[in-house]
């Protein structure tokens, strides 16, 4: 009899500690904010190269609980056959937009060499009131952007259906 509610305790103690510990904890879940991220493709009419080029993108990006945002992108152009690759370290989180800017870590385009600050902006179409297809703009350098060029709050006019793919806004 002894035996029994001793074996008892042991396995409702197991059961009771295999329960508590699988349970999330709130002091090893990271602490993140709202994100964006997307991938597809987009055509631009490059005046300055009086071409259409067609692009190939992707991009991640997080804002913290203190509004710090970090990230990467990477566009590639399908007509020059060139590709960059950016590390975010700014990113304006609204609804449905976000403006992000960071420096070049990789780049075989002689437009674009690697630190060079840039900006782009990305728009979820599906979080307007009045839902439209998903946009993109171009990266540009900042230094169009005359006492913003370490900022991202200034968003790129140039802004682009997407030939394919999607932008998802995460609040």
């Given at each position: 009899m002894n035996l029994k509610r001793v074996l008892t305790f042991l396995v409702i103690s197991l059961l009771i500690a295999v329960f508590t510990s699988s349970q999330p904890s709130s002091a090893t879940k990271p602490d993140t904010g709202p994100s964006i991220f997307g991938e597809g493709t987009f055509t631009f009419l490059n005046l300055i190269a009086m071409r259409t080029e067609h692009f190939e993108f992707s991009f991640d990006a997080t804002v913290n609980k203190n509004g710090k945002g970090r990230g990467h992108a990477q566009f590639n152009n399908l007509t020059t056959q060139t590709e960059i690759e950016v590390k975010l370290d700014c990113v304006t989180l609204s609804q449905a937009e976000a403006v992000m800017s960071g420096r070049v870590q990789h780049s075989d385009d002689p437009g674009f060499p690697k630190h060079m600050r840039v900006v782009f902006a990305a728009i979820d179409g599906s979080q307007i009131p009045v839902p439209?297809?998903?946009?993109?703009?171009?990266?540009?350098?900042?230094?169009?952007?005359?006492?913003?060029?370490?900022?991202?709050a200034v968003s790129p006019l140039t802004i682009l259906l997407l030939d394919s793919g999607d932008i998802v806004v995460q609040p």
């Open positions: 439209f297809a998903d946009r993109i703009t171009p990266i540009f350098g900042t230094s169009i952007f005359p006492g913003f060029e370490n900022d991202c």
